[in-house]
């Protein structure tokens, strides 16, 4: 079992930038790679971006070069530093990690830009 907690969210205005958090704990050892989501009012959950155990990035061509994602396993935490934002990436974000055998979710932040 792995259990997400994410924090980071609020109000932003437009073009200012916001860094989101995504702490895990249980069977760390097990996570293969962590994902930030986001569902935006009245539309689908969709990927933001991606971070393998092999430290591998993804990104959603929407986002890509306005938003960084890293992780420090110290912590163990994986960080979704947002920048240059638009009021279109307002959302719940959502942190994901996959196992072999299953897939977990936080509980969501709320990310608001105003225009």
């Known amino acids: 079992q792995v259990q997400l907690v994410e924090s980071g969210g609020g109000l932003v205005q437009a073009g200012g930038s916001m860094r989101l958090s995504c702490t895990a704990s249980g069977s760390i050892s097990s996570i293969l790679s962590t994902a930030w989501y986001r569902q935006r009012p009245g539309k689908q959950r969709e990927l933001v971006a991606a971070i393998t155990r092999g430290d591998t990035t993804n990104y959603a061509d929407s986002v890509r070069g306005r938003f960084t994602i890293s992780r420090d396993n110290a912590k163990p935490t994986v960080y979704l530093q947002m920048n240059s934002l638009k009021p279109e990436d307002t959302a719940v974000y959502y942190c994901?990690?996959?196992?072999?055998?299953?897939?977990?979710w936080g509980q969501g932040t709320q990310v608001t830009v105003s225009s």
């Open positions: 994901n990690s996959a196992t072999w055998r299953s897939s977990y």
